[in-house]
Nanobody
Framework: QVQLVESGGGLVQSGGSLRLSCAASGIIFSRYQMGWYRQAPGKERELVADITSGGSPNYADSVKGRFTISRENAKNTVYLQMNSLKPEDTAVYYC??????????????WGQGTQVTVSS
């Protein structure tokens, strides 16, 4: 059974920091591209950052220079360090793991989400 379990969300003041973690089980973690997405009330889910199986990161323009994604394959865990948080970062943050499989549909898994609230 595949599980992606997020932790580390919470309430923080504007300018503060949080570190999200996502622990994966039931998958060969090192072969997956891992990502963090977020969804604010009334808005669509959007990519925040992702990291390839080889460790190359990619960021949404809105978080560049403030957020850092990293992975620790030995612990089957991906992290999102969030600094200089803004009220507009308030959302439910979701962990995603995806792996392309030959010519078929990719394997695609989601966590249950963790709430991040940034007060002004």
């Amino acid at each position: 059974q595949v599980q992606l379990v997020e932790s580390g969300g919470g309430l923080v003041q504007s300018g503060g920091s949080l570190r999200l973690s996502c622990a994966a089980s039931g998958i060969i973690f090192s072969r997956y591209q891992m990502g963090w997405y977020r969804q604010a009330p009334g808005k669509e889910r959007e990519l925040v950052a992702d990291i390839t199986s080889g460790g190359s990161p990619n960021y949404a323009d809105s978080v560049k220079g403030r957020f850092t994604i990293s992975r620790e394959n030995a612990k089957n865990t991906v992290y999102l360090q969030m600094n200089s948080l803004k009220p507009e970062d308030t959302a439910v943050y979701y962990c995603n793991g995806i792996r392309a499989i030959g010519g078929g549909s990719p394997l695609d898994f989601w966590g249950q989400g963790t709430q991040v609230t940034v007060s002004s």
